[in-house]
């Protein structure tokens, strides 16, 4: 079965190409979560080198992973880059889980 995975967002004319099954896919993973998690939670040091004991190649390659399911949104400063979750386009396609991630911070 094939599904439009193309959804439009009215309020700014921004394209988002969601899909749920790769939205799931990219937060299966426990780092990817974690760093999702970290991006809601603005009194947690995201994104530190001692958070993730891993390589930079991974640590790219989940970012880029949560990139391409549009679960982040990558902006430029200066000469810095920083992340941000995407809530707009995850609330517009996906009701409620911005709130269930939330709750995963409090526990």
Do not use: W
Not at 2 to 26: H, S
Not at 57 to 66: C, E, G, I, R, V
Not at 81 to 103: A, S
């Amino acid at each position: 079965m094939k599904i439009d995975k193309t959804f439009i967002n009215t309020d700014n004319d921004e394209k988002y190409d969601m899909n749920l099954l790769q939205v799931l896919q990219a937060l299966s993973d426990p780092i990817r979560l974690d760093i999702v998690l970290c991006l809601l939670d603005e009194k947690r040091g995201c994104l530190l080198k001692e958070r993730y004991p891993i390589v930079k190649s991974t640590m790219s390659h989940h970012l880029k992973t949560l990139r391409e399911a549009d679960i982040i949104l990558l902006h430029k400063e200066r000469n810095k880059y920083k992340y941000e979750v995407n809530i707009d386009g995850l609330n517009q396609h996906f009701p409620g889980l911005i709130e269930l991630l939330k709750n995963q911070i409090m526990k």
